[in-house]
Structure formats: structure tokens, C-alpha cells
């Protein structure tokens, strides 16, 4: 960075870095937030499929949980924080009736120290995109049939549903799980809104550098990144560890031959969590409404003395404009990505349906598995020297990286799960790769691909960081105003923009539940494949 | 660039020479040609988005400008105005020394610092513009040194902000009005007050007020820090925070993030004194339905902490004619008197009553100030901003101390 003076290698930023005071507190933050999160969020998913897997409950929990993936970090976190807060709806419902309280309780659990609370928020949005993402890997598992199996063999349904399926599936959302764990520990907004603050971890505190006046600081905010970078890997290898170590005891256990009928417990912990999670998010996003609406709302009544429009129509005339910008971005990135990851699919995949190990794939998962701050400088610093800066195309070709990962995540493991036996009768039936595609392969793959354009939507709507940067703040979408006014901390906006937010990738993602269940209505087998 | 129109002021440039990167220099003699040169052009004016009312203001103003000037002015909403030095510097780093994407900052005191000392502003112009002759140069001395950095004509001054409390008269009649009676009064309420977390603005701002409070001889803190003295000089502050941080809101384990979110925090009835640097800030909240019609505003005696905000032209703004003009607009007696308007804004101006001209005095004149505003009056003299060098020092000391504890 000649610019800022540093015009050789040196250690100093390190040095720098780990002279801050609190720093390896905050790194111990992230991680354990981050590993916490994940698991916490892992195991409740296989419990719940595991719980409800089949039964006619399943498709409620689907469809109660499924669009809960829309909603944006940032706005969940913030329908929690005005939830649970001491002053926040949960309280003002109780009191003063139940709690004595004439004033809000000096308790402190937003920010809590131990990031407990930013586990929750984390644990409220990842538990309905593993489901999703394990609903998605079933039908490859042959679930039902493999756990109808299980039971008959005298398996309760949860413990039958672990030895059995779990097997299977697991691999298939392997990488959405490792992609959760670095999410959770690298995300700033999340932590920002939720997070322990004295100090907070250590992507917010990176972020934080990166933006301060002291420009030299970018130097340390560099080796900050890269501390950021080594935390995650090692995370991995811990996870990887947990992995294979669990595979052993659940081996032994699986040969010990226990059928693990009373189930009782970790059902009714399955159910519990899942009424949670979506009550959660739900409520939230209630109370976000309510505070769009409020006039002044003194505590503890539990609804505003006064509902106004005043917000909305404050708003209203750039909320359109942002609207079609965020969306135009969006579904060009989607489309985009799509025939990019079928195709590479297609060509990589042997007549016979198996598919090549995928040489260099790998290097699509970078932007998931790197946390954000760590690249997005140096991105938009190339932008600039290619001049795609503040346009419309810098700011799509930079989504589409972070859509495009998303993307061949959702499609691949269905994919590669394809039953290879339907493209071989089609070959030998006459028909060449690319009529396989069209006729057996797509058909086959209309739920995923539904489920992956809703996924890529999502993810475009709700990036902030690369929009700003790569947008240079003419290219403004929902999200990136969102921030910006929500950084005041007004509740009433923060209403508005985060009900916003939350609606628009719902009806992508309404729409990925709804077309299958449309053009599958007279194929029954296609349609129980979601 | 545009040799042509400033051919003739070759002298002063070099009068000039002195400050940052100007290469070229605005003259009032040709203002025309300037206004010509603007018309047409596009102006991303980069400013702090988190005040609805003054993005309201800004869009109005630019309505104008377009109107008059045919200036295209677009308002870039920042969450931190850091971003667009981020934005310059990365243009730096890449080559792209004209036609940046940036042509107009809101800057605040340590931004302005800070791009004035790696020369990456545009200037000097602002002394220069029509409108400079209403300024109150003399009354406001804060108008020409943002933070005792001198501007040296490289931002222009658009608004004065002064550090007011407020606090709830149904609650709490009888406020403490000194940073030492805040404590006393914290010792007997304990939990019902707090200040944003450092380096928040307004967080810093208060360490900045209580440090002229309790530090024997507050005149150092125009001067850079003194490495040598500085922890016997601030030594009482740590002592006053000490004192006060366990009976700080939530204990002092947690702070609101902003000011704004101070205000909620008040509206919610979790602390009962909050501050702004808006001095209709209690006014305009109670108007929005934002706290209750009952709060009113103080200072603390001895005064509070005031300066100007400003805005400054990069050095490689794609649109400086139209950057400057809008400035200009930004700093006439219509503009400025309607800021001052607590319907709109409440942001008081930063001319000089006497140097306006009848008409353009009328216009302040009728301005109704708001049930919780104090008058200039009541404000009193503002204290000056310290040097940024204590801003920086405070902020970290005070991040080691209570930014990390358990």
C-alpha cells in the first residue's frame, strides 16, 4: 500500500495487532461463539428431520421453518434484540403484572459478555438453512425408506434415523455445515447487533479498523483479516476432528445393537426448538412491524399509545428505487450462476452419471469460507483499476461470487446424488449428454434449482459489505440503506427497512416450495422428493 | 483540468501554495464561469445517512441546486463517513487521481485531519465562495479550525453543533449539571446513566467534556498531547470514570452503540439523562413521537463542547465546480435559515445575524425554536473542541481500561 506509506514487508502489523488490548479474548470470542453456534444449530436440525422426518408434522416444520431462511441476518438479529431485551416486548407483555417492573431491569442481555445471546441470534438463522439444505439431500438418502427400515427393525425413530440416515446425509451437507461455522465466526452485522461489546469479537473489531479515520490502521486490520483467516481453518480442523471422533462412538454404538426406543427426550426437545426458532424469528419480525408503525411507546405498555404512518411515508419514495436495484442485481446473479453451475455439472459429469472429482471446485467455496473483510480490499482496489466501480456490472460480477458458491453448494450434492441408473437407460435409449440434461437430469433437479436460485437471492439481497464497497455508494440497494440508517440505531426504521428486507427473498423462496408442488401435482414419486 | 478559468489568479494560488494539494484556486471574480463549468455536472455528495431529517435536508437542497444551477447532486448515505476516505484512499492506491468517486464529503473533525495531512483533499476554496461574506468568522471561531486543525479554506462549514442533555421532567425535575454532580447523583440512581462507547462520536465527545471539567488547566487540551504529562494531566478523569463506571447503566459491561440508541434508551425509561450534538435533538424527538412531550434540554455550567460541521471536495473529484457551488448553496442565508428550522432540521447556522441583509434576516427571525430547545442564549460560548491527538489518546485509553473488561 504505497498510498498509506507502506512500501515494504514487515512484521510490525502483527506486532500491532496483538498489542490491542483484548484481542485474544476477542478471537476466543469468535471462535467459541462460532463452534457453539454451529453445533448447537447442527444438532437441533437432526434432531428435528430426525423427529419428524415422514410424518405428517414434517411438511408444518418445512413450511414453518423453510421461509425463515429469507429473513436477513440483520433483521433477525434485530427482531430478537427487541424482543428479548429488558425493555423489549417480551418484558413489556409481562410487566408490570407478572415482573413488578415499572421500569426496565438493569440486566444485561443484549451484549452479554459471554456472546450468548449473539449464539442465539446465530442459532435462530442457521437452523432453518441446514434444514433446508438437509430436506434438499433426503431424497438421495432414500430416507424414508432406509428409516421405515430402521423402525421395522425395532429402532426408535430418532435413534434409527441417526444410525441409519445420518449417515448418508451428513456428507451431503457437509459443506453448508463448514460454510455456517465460518459464517458464524466472521459475521459482523449479527455480532454487531447481538454480540458482547467489551470487547467484541474479532471480525467487528477488524471491521471497525478498516473504517476508522487513522488510516494506518489498515495495516493492522490486514493481519487482523488474516488472524481472522487462521482462526476459521482451525475451527475447521477441530470440527474435522469432532467429525471422525463421533463417526467411532457412534460406530461402537451402532454395533452394541441398542434400539433406542424411549425417545421421548430428545423429541420433545426437537419440537420445543423448532416452535422456538420460528417463534423467534416470527415475533421478531411482529415486533418490527409494530415499531414501524409506533408513535410514542412508553414502557411497559405493551402496544405504542399511537400508531402513525409516518415512517413508511418518510421512506417511501426511495424504497422503490432501491427495491428494483437490489432485485435487478439479484436475479441477474442468480440466472447468472445457474447456467454457470449447470453447466460446469454437466461437463463434468461421465455418461455414466458419475460425476469427476470436481479439479478446482474448490476455489468457488473461497468467498464462503473467507470471511468477507479479509478480501474485500484488496476487491476494491482491483475494481477500481478496472474502472467497474460504482457500476451496476462491478457490483453484479461481485455478488455473483458470492451467489455463485451458494449456488453449486445447493446444486452439486443433489446432483452428483442423481440416480445414475435414469441417465443410463436414457443413453441407451439413444439420447446424448445434452438430451439427458434436458429431458431426465433438469426435471430431476427442479426442486433443487428452485431451492438454489432462492438461496442466491437471498444471499444478494442481503450483502452489504461487497454492494458498498464495489458500488463506491452509487449503486445503492435496500441493505446497504438499511445499514446506513440503522446505524443510528432509530427503532422505527430499523422497523421499516428490516420488514422490508425480510419480504422480498420470502416470495423467492415461496416461490421454490410452491412451483414444484405445482408442476409435480400429478407425479406423485417427483413430488415427494422434496 | 481547467486551466483556462483560473489562469488569472496564478498569485494567489501561490499565496496558497502552502495547504495540501490544490493545484487550482477558486476565485470569487469568476463565479460565473465556475457556475458554468457546474451545470450539467454530477456531484455524489458522500455524507452520514443515519438522520432521516437531514437526509429530508439534503434532498431539498440538492432539489434546489438542480433548479437553479442544473447541478445533479446525489446523496451517497454512509453508515460511517470513514467509508468514503476509505473510498479516496483505495482511488489513490489504484492510480485514479482524477475523476474519483467521491466529490464531496460530510468530514468530521478527525476525517478532516486526518485527509488534510496525507493531502488528499482539493482546496483551498472555501473562503472564497459568494456566501463566505455572511459567515460569522469572528463569534464562531470554530467555522475556520475543525478541531484546532486550521481548515485553511479546505471544507466549508454548512451547520454548528453543540453538546446539549436532556432528560425526562416527569422523572427527573432537577438534572445534575456538572460532570462532577452526574457521579454524585449516578452514586444514589445507580444504572440510570450511560454515554455511547468510545470511539462513538458522541461517546469520545463526552470523555472530551468531562476531561475540560476535571482536568486542572483544560487550555492544554488545545494543544497536541504532551506524551510526558499526559497521564498526570488526565489522571483525574480516570479516577472520576473509576468512580462512576459500576454504577454506569448495565454496570458499565455494556453501552449503547450510538446516540440515538442513548435516545431510545431514554424513551424506554432505562437512563434518565441522555445528550446530543443537535440542539433541537429533544424537540425534534418529542415532534416524531420519539420521547415523551415532557423532556427538555440543558448544558452543563461552565458549557458544553461545540463545533461546525463541514464539508470538503477530494483531490480527485470528478465535479468540483458543482461540489463547490452546492457548498455554496449549503452556506447561503436560505439554506442555512432553513436548517435552523426545527421543523426540518433544528441545526443551528453557522452566518453572522449582522452581516444579513433585512430579508434574509426575517427568515431567521420568524423561526420558532421548539418546546425543548434552548435559545444562543442559553447555550452560552462553546467550549472548543480539543485537538484530535486527544481524541485518539482517549479513545484508546479508554478502550484498554472498560473497552475490555469482563
Known amino acids: 500500500m504505497p498510498a498509506l506509506g507502506g512500501e515494504t514487508l514487515s512484521l510490525q502489523p502483527w506486532r500491532d495487532l496483538f498489542a490491542v488490548p483484548g484481542i485474544l479474548r476477542s478471537a476466543l470470542l469468535s471462535?467459541?461463539?462460532?463452534?457453539?453456534?454451529?453445533?448447537?444449530?447442527?444438532?437441533?436440525?437432526?434432531?428435528?428431520?430426525?423427529?419428524?422426518?415422514?410424518?405428517?408434522?414434517?411438511?408444518?416444520?418445512?413450511?414453518?421453518?423453510?421461509?425463515?431462511?429469507?429473513?436477513?441476518?440483520?433483521?433477525a438479529a434485530f427482531g430478537l434484540a427487541f424482543l428479548i431485551a429488558p425493555s423489549g416486548w417480551l418484558s413489556r407483555l409481562l410487566s408490570p403484572w407478572l415482573t413488578g417492573w415499572n421500569a426496565p431491569p438493569d440486566l444485561l442481555i443484549i451484549h452479554d459478555t459471554w456472546g450468548l445471546t449473539l449464539i442465539g441470534g446465530l442459532v435462530i438463522k442457521e437452523v432453518p438453512f441446514l434444514l433446508l439444505m438437509t430436506i434438499a439431500a433426503l431424497p438421495q438418502a432414500d430416507a424414508s425408506r432406509t428409516l421405515a427400515a430402521a423402525m421395522t427393525l425395532g429402532y426408535g425413530r430418532v435413534s434409527g434415523w441417526c444410525r441409519t440416515v445420518l449417515p448418508r446425509v451428513y456428507p451431503q451437507i457437509r459443506l453448508p455445515v463448514y460454510a455456517v461455522l465460518a459464517f458464524s465466526m466472521s459475521t459482523v452485522e449479527v455480532a454487531l447487533i447481538l454480540g458482547p461489546t467489551t470487547p467484541a469479537t474479532l471480525a467487528v473489531r477488524v471491521t471497525g479498523w478498516m473504517r476508522d479515520p487513522d488510516l494506518t490502521l489498515w495495516f493492522q486490520a490486514a493481519a487482523g483479516a488474516a488472524l481472522q483467516l487462521a482462526l476459521v481453518l482451525f475451527a475447521f480442523l477441530l470440527w474435522r476432528f469432532g467429525e471422525t471422533v463421533i463417526a467411532r462412538l457412534a460406530l461402537m454404538r451402532i454395533m452394541a445393537g441398542h434400539r433406542g426406543r424411549s425417545d421421548w427426550f430428545p423429541r420433545a426437545i426437537a419440537l420445543v426448538s423448532a416452535l422456538a426458532v420460528s417463534g423467534a424469528v416470527f415475533a421478531g419480525l411482529v415486533v418490527l412491524g409494530i415499531w414501524s408503525f409506533a408513535g410514542f411507546w412508553r414502557?411497559?405498555?405493551?402496544?405504542?399509545?399511537?400508531?402513525?404512518?409516518?415512517?413508511?411515508?418518510?421512506?417511501?419514495?426511495?424504497?422503490?428505487?432501491?427495491?428494483?436495484?437490489?432485485?435487478?442485481?439479484?436475479?441477474?446473479?442468480?440466472?447468472?450462476?445457474?447456467?454457470?453451475?449447470?453447466?460446469?455439472?454437466?461437463?463434468?459429469?461421465?455418461?455414466?452419471?458419475?460425476?469427476?472429482?470436481?479439479?478446482?471446485?474448490?476455489?468457488?467455496?473461497?468467498?464462503?469460507?473467507l470471511p468477507q473483510i479479509s478480501f474485500l480490499l484488496g476487491l476494491q482496489i482491483l475494481s477500481v483499476i478496472s474502472g467497474l466501480d460504482g457500476?451496476?456490472?462491478?457490483?453484479?460480477?461481485?455478488?455473483?461470487?458470492?451467489?455463485?458458491?451458494?449456488?453449486?453448494?445447493?446444486?452439486?450434492?443433489?446432483?452428483?446424488?442423481?440416480?445414475?441408473?435414469?441417465?443410463?437407460?436414457?443413453?441407451?435409449?439413444?439420447?446424448?449428454?445434452?438430451?439427458?440434461?434436458?429431458?431426465?437430469?433438469?426435471?430431476?433437479?427442479?426442486?433443487?434449482?428452485?431451492?438454489?436460485?432462492?438461496?442466491?437471492?437471498?444471499?444478494?439481497?442481503?450483502?452489504?459489505?461487497?454492494?458498498?464497497?464495489?458500488?463506491?455508494?452509487?449503486?445503492?440497494?435496500?441493505?446497504?440503506?438499511?445499514?446506513?440508517l440503522t446505524a443510528g440505531g432509530d427503532r422505527r426504521l430499523i422497523g421499516v427497512y428490516g420488514l422490508l428486507q425480510a419480504i422480498l427473498p420470502f416470495i423467492g423462496f415461496g416461490m421454490a416450495l410452491a412451483v414444484p408442488r405445482l408442476v409435480w401435482r400429478n407425479r406423485r414419486a417427483m413430488e415427494a422428493r422434496q | 483540468m481547467h486551466k483556462s478559468v483560473f489562469a488569472a489568479v496564478v498569485p494567489l494560488f501561490l499565496f496558497h501554495a502552502a495547504t495540501a494539494a490544490a493545484d487550482h484556486h477558486i476565485d470569487v471574480e469568476h463565479w460565473s464561469a465556475i457556475e458554468s463549468k457546474a451545470t450539467g455536472q454530477e456531484v455524489y455528495f458522500h455524507a452520514w445517512g443515519g438522520d432521516p431529517r437531514r437526509n429530508a435536508y439534503i434532498e431539498w437542497a440538492a432539489e434546489q441546486i438542480l433548479n437553479r444551477s442544473g447541478v445533479v447532486v446525489t446523496h451517497v448515505k454512509l453508515a460511517d463517513t470513514a467509508e468514503a476516505v476509505s473510498q479516496v484512499v483505495s482511488e489513490k492506491a489504484a492510480g485514479r487521481d482524477e475523476d474519483g468517486s467521491v466529490d464531496l464529503i460530510w468530514i468530521n473533525g478527525a476525517n478532516f485531519a486526518s485527509m488534510k495531512e496525507q493531502d488528499l483533499l482539493y482546496g483551498p476554496w472555501a473562503e472564497e465562495l459568494p456566501n463566505w461574506q455572511y459567515v460569522d468568522v469572528e463569534g464562531k471561531p470554530t467555522v475556520q479550525s475543525d478541531f484546532t486543525v486550521p481548515t485553511d479554506g479546505l471544507e466549508a462549514p454548512w451547520g454548528m453543533a453543540q453538546l446539549i442533555f436532556y432528560h425526562d421532567t416527569e422523572t427527573l425535575p432537577d438534572p445534575p449539571k456538572s460532570i462532577v454532580a452526574i457521579g454524585e447523583w449516578l452514586e444514589e440512581n445507580p444504572g440510570r446513566f450511560t454515554y455511547p462507547q468510545p470511539p462513538d462520536f458522541h461517546g469520545l465527545t463526552f470523555l472530551k467534556q468531562a476531561a475540560y471539567?476535571?482536568?486542572?488547566?483544560?487550555?492544554?487540551?488545545?494543544?497536541?498531547?504532551?506524551?510526558?504529562?499526559?497521564?498526570?494531566?488526565?489522571?483525574?478523569?480516570?479516577?472520576?470514570?473509576?468512580?462512576?463506571?459500576?454504577?454506569?447503566?448495565?454496570?458499565?459491561?455494556?453501552?449503547?452503540?450510538?446516540?440515538?440508541?442513548?435516545?431510545?434508551?431514554?424513551?424506554?425509561?432505562?437512563?434518565?439523562?441522555?445528550?446530543?450534538?443537535?440542539?433541537?435533538?429533544?424537540?425534534?424527538?418529542?415532534?416524531?413521537?420519539?420521547?415523551?412531550?415532557?423532556?427538555?434540554?440543558?448544558?452543563?455550567?461552565?458549557?458544553?463542547?461545540?463545533?461546525?460541521?463541514?464539508?470538503?471536495?477530494?483531490?480527485?473529484?470528478?465535479?468540483?465546480?458543482?461540489?463547490?457551488?452546492?457548498?455554496?448553496?449549503?452556506?447561503?442565508?436560505?439554506?442555512?435559515?432553513?436548517?435552523?428550522?426545527?421543523?426540518?432540521?433544528?441545526?443551528?447556522?453557522?452566518?453572522?445575524?449582522?452581516?444579513?441583509?433585512?430579508?434574509?434576516?426575517?427568515?431567521?427571525?420568524?423561526?420558532e425554536l421548539g418546546v425543548a430547545t434552548l435559545t444562543p442564549e442559553e447555550l452560552g460560548q462553546a467550549l472548543q473542541e480539543p485537538h484530535p491527538s486527544w481524541m485518539d489518546r482517549l479513545s484508546e485509553d479508554w478502550i484498554s481500561r472498560y473497552g475490555v473488561s469482563q
Open chain 1, 299 to 369: 414502557f411497559p405498555d405493551a402496544l405504542p399509545q399511537a400508531f402513525s404512518l409516518k415512517t413508511w411515508m418518510r421512506s417511501g419514495d426511495t424504497l422503490l428505487s432501491l427495491v428494483a436495484t437490489g432485485m435487478g442485481i439479484a436475479v441477474a446473479s442468480v440466472v447468472v450462476a445457474l447456467i454457470l453451475v449447470l453447466y460446469q455439472l454437466q461437463q463434468t459429469t461421465r455418461l455414466d452419471g458419475s460425476p469427476d472429482r470436481g479439479q478446482g471446485m474448490w476455489l468457488v467455496y473461497l468467498p464462503l469460507i
Open chain 2, 213 to 367: 471539567e476535571l482536568m486542572q488547566d483544560p487550555s492544554v487540551l488545545q494543544e497536541p498531547v504532551d506524551p510526558d504529562r499526559y497521564e498526570d494531566l488526565t489522571a483525574p478523569l480516570w479516577a472520576w470514570l473509576d468512580g462512576v463506571t459500576p454504577n454506569l447503566w448495565r454496570s458499565g459491561r455494556a453501552y449503547p452503540s450510538t446516540g440515538t440508541q442513548m435516545k431510545q434508551l431514554l424513551a424506554d425509561g432505562e437512563i434518565e439523562i441522555a445528550f446530543s450534538f443537535n440542539q433541537s435533538e429533544a424537540s425534534a424527538a418529542i415532534a416524531n413521537g420519539e420521547l415523551p412531550d415532557t423532556v427538555r434540554s440543558y448544558v452543563l455550567e461552565g458549557g458544553t463542547i461545540g463545533n461546525a460541521n463541514f464539508v470538503a471536495i477530494p483531490y480527485n473529484s470528478s465535479a468540483r465546480e458543482g461540489a463547490v457551488v452546492f457548498a455554496n448553496f449549503l452556506m447561503s442565508p436560505e439554506a442555512q435559515a432553513r436548517a435552523q428550522d426545527p421543523g426540518v432540521l433544528g441545526n443551528f447556522t453557522v452566518l453572522d445575524m449582522d452581516k444579513l441583509n433585512e430579508t434574509h434576516r426575517a427568515r431567521f427571525d420568524s423561526l
Open chain 1, 31 to 75: 471462535l467459541c461463539t462460532g463452534l457453539a453456534a454451529t453445533l448447537i444449530s447442527v444438532i437441533l436440525v437432526i434432531l428435528i428431520v430426525a423427529t419428524f422426518q415422514g410424518t405428517r408434522g414434517f411438511r408444518r416444520v418445512e413450511r414453518v421453518l423453510s421461509p425463515l431462511l429469507s429473513v436477513p441476518h440483520a433483521a
Open chain 1, 391 to 484: 457500476t451496476h456490472f462491478g457490483v453484479f460480477v461481485c455478488h455473483l461470487m458470492f451467489v455463485l458458491p451458494y449456488v453449486y453448494l445447493s446444486l452439486s450434492d443433489p446432483w452428483k446424488a442423481l440416480n445414475p441408473r435414469l441417465s443410463t437407460v436414457a443413453a441407451t435409449l439413444g439420447s446424448g449428454p445434452w438430451r439427458i440434461f434436458w429431458r431426465v437430469r433438469l426435471p430431476l433437479m427442479l426442486t433443487p434449482i428452485l431451492t438454489a436460485a432462492a438461496v442466491g437471492l437471498a444471499v444478494s439481497l442481503g450483502l452489504y459489505l461487497p454492494t458498498l464497497l464495489i458500488g463506491a455508494g452509487r449503486v445503492t440497494t435496500l441493505t446497504t440503506e438499511a445499514v446506513a
